[in-house]
């Protein structure tokens, strides 16, 4: 088990393969930890040097009182870069981890050089919807939207043939400290990143599922279009494509990988 103090929080992360890898640092979604990346790791090419991480209130790390902010989980991310010495990062952001990955090549480019945002944007959600749902978790618990957060998440296809599967990305949603959710919520509804990724200059691909909920591929496709990133549609997937689809997944980022080495 790999942990680190921070500020007097714990992160929680994984460091796997050769120290001279070429690193790619993956950012997970909202109600998920690093485990949303297990299908995905092993169709991307040998000898990278993979680092993820659990985000406050998710996984094992620590969970502080809510609100977060983001400027606090980008600065996370920042200091375990900092803490491992990564540099020459490529940074695969899926959702809330989307938005660390942006804030983080916007404040750090001598440490980010490459970007895949998946099923996330510069801005996400308003006020009022992040707001109704903090809400509704402090009343009824995460368990209470369960079923429509999972809806969101994945296509009919996954949902209705993957039924062990789906049992565990329940579990894993509802396990996950209120607090914890909560305190990203807030830090989701305060974020706009729009003038940072508008002006960021590194290589950048975007991508996301066509039956996304959470995140429609039109809002995704916006802020492809704001640091001229090309922008790709992954079929019969949800939020998650990164579970749903990780060979097509896996293909795009193998291919960015290689074109930005």
């Known amino acids: 088990m790999q942990t680190v103090l921070f500020d007097q929080m714990m992160v929680h992360f994984r460091d796997e393969g050769p120290r001279d890898g070429r690193v790619v640092m993956f ?25 993820r991480f659990d985000k406050p209130g998710h996984g094992l790390s620590d969970c502080p009182e809510a609100p977060y902010a983001m400027d606090e989980l980008v600065r996370d991310a920042e200091n375990l ?4 010495g990564l540099k020459d990062i490529t940074f695969v952001g899926l959702s809330i981890g989307g938005l660390i990955g942006q804030g983080f090549a ?4 001598d440490l980010v050089k490459a970007l895949v945002l998946m099923d996330t944007a510069a801005q996400i959600g308003t006020d009022e919807m992040w707001n109704t749902r903090v809400n509704a978790v402090r009343k009824g618990g995460i368990e209470s939207l ?6 969101r998440w994945f296509a009919p ?13 329940r579990n894993m949603l509802c396990r996950t400290p209120a607090e914890g959710y909560i305190g990203c919520c807030q830090a989701i509804a305060a974020a706009d990143l729009t003038e940072g990724t508008r002006a960021l200059t590194l290589p950048v691909m975007a991508m996301a599922g066509d039956q996304d909920g959470s ?15 090309p922008f790709h549609i992954i079929e019969d997937a949800g939020h998650l494509p990164c579970v749903e689809q ?6 795009l980022i193998n291919e960015f990988l290689e074109a930005t080495a």
């Open 27 to 51: 950012g997970n979604s909202l109600g998920t930890d690093l485990r949303v990346w297990d299908i995905l790791l092993p169709l991307l090419p040998e000898g990278l040097r993979i680092v």
């Open 81 to 84: 870069a900092e803490h491992l």
């Open 106 to 109: 916007a404040k750090r480019p």
């Open 146 to 151: 369960a079923d429509p957060i999972l809806e």
């Open 157 to 169: 296809t996954y949902r209705n043939g993957q039924p062990s599967q789906m049992a565990a990305w």
């Open 215 to 229: 995140t429609p591929p039109a809002l995704v496709q916006a802020t492809a279009e704001l640091c001229n990133a």
């Open 246 to 251: 990780p060979e097509v997944v896996a293909k």
